[in-house]
């Protein structure tokens, strides 16, 4: 049985904050990570609102936090409070890491780098370099994986959203500063069925894959065998999307591991230690 962690005035602190920020299951993952790697570190959920994030961010400056998680609402309204922030960062708009060293306060976003360590920890599976893909959806976690597949060099990605005018708006921006052409299109438009049939990879950022009795956003039919059905969503495990490719013979991979290597890179960054994945995994 593993034994409680005592805390000392040399006990290191790095958490997350959101509002609401109890459903958060990143406290669980990381202090298992502290556990199995010997480190006087914990990490602790904190509630704030909007209106108290500027006291917050000087707060944690003050008592030498370490580092600090940034869930919903926070991610854009954060950036404002930073000295700097990294590339990804910057093209995502959103930030979801904090480090504070030395005065300074580093803002990274770990969601782009955790989608392609997700896909490079199967040996079945790699980032598709030079290839066409696909990706459902055109909110914030799309955003993070359009950028992570962009700066990985894939030859052309198509957004396709329920509203049209996100999805173009979204492929434009991205197109425009990563030099990757990139198309919006809706769900229902007549070019989706020939996109994913030439795509090596379908990436669904669209939380309806929560729901197993919401109906899928595209034909399992337009899928091929060639076609890894990757779904962010990591609850259930096995979504109706990846179900149904497994069906047509693709290969899937679930949204575990995003969330699993998100969260490593962070905590690399605080502590200089490559994580146990396997115990933060086993923590989730």
């Not at 109890?22 to 010997?38: D, L, T, V």
């Not at 979204?170 to 990757?180: G, N, P, Q, S, W």
């Not at 795509?199 to 197993?212: E, I, Q």
């Not at 490593?264 to 086993?282: D, H, L, N, S, Y």
Request: glycine residues 8%; hydrophobic residues 45%; aromatic residues 4%.
């Amino acid at each position: 049985m593993q034994t409680q962690h005592k805390l000392t005035g040399h006990t290191r602190i790095v958490g997350v904050i959101g509002d609401p920020v109890e459903h958060s299951r990143s406290p669980q993952m990381h202090n298992a990570a502290f556990a199995k790697a010997g480190l006087d570190y914990v990490y602790v959920p904190f509630h704030v609102r909007p209106s108290d994030l500027a006291e917050a961010i000087a707060g944690f400056k003050a008592i030498n936090v370490v580092g600090i998680n940034v869930t919903l609402p926070h991610k854009q309204a954060v950036i404002g409070f930073l000295t700097s922030i990294s590339r990804e960062a910057e093209l995502i708009g959103a930030v979801n890491t904090l480090s504070f060293t030395d005065g300074e306060i580093y803002g990274d976003n770990t969601d782009a780098p955790g989608v392609l360590r997700a896909l490079e920890e199967d040996g079945n599976m790699s980032v598709p370099v030079g290839e066409d893909v696909v990706v459902l959806g055109a909110g914030g976690a799309s955003r993070a994986v359009v950028v992570a597949l962009a700066l990985a060099g894939v030859a052309s990605i198509t957004i396709a959203n329920r509203t049209v005018e996100k999805a173009s708006s979204l492929a434009e921006e991205m197109a425009r500063k990563t030099d990757v052409p990139m198309q919006g299109i809706g769900l229902t438009d007549s070019r989706l069925p020939d996109a994913i049939h030439q795509s090596v990879l379908l990436v669904n950022t669209a939380t309806t894959s929560m729901d197993v009795n919401h109906p899928l956003l595209i034909s399992a039919d337009w899928l091929q065998q060639k076609t890894i059905v990757y779904d962010i969503v990591y609850t259930p495990p096995v979504t109706p999307l990846m179900h149904a490719a497994n069906v047509r013979g693709c290969r899937t991979l679930g949204g575990i591991g995003m969330l699993v290597h998100q969260g490593a890179i962070a905590f690399e960054k605080w502590t200089g230690v490559a994580p146990c994945t396997e115990t933060m995994r086993q923590a989730l």
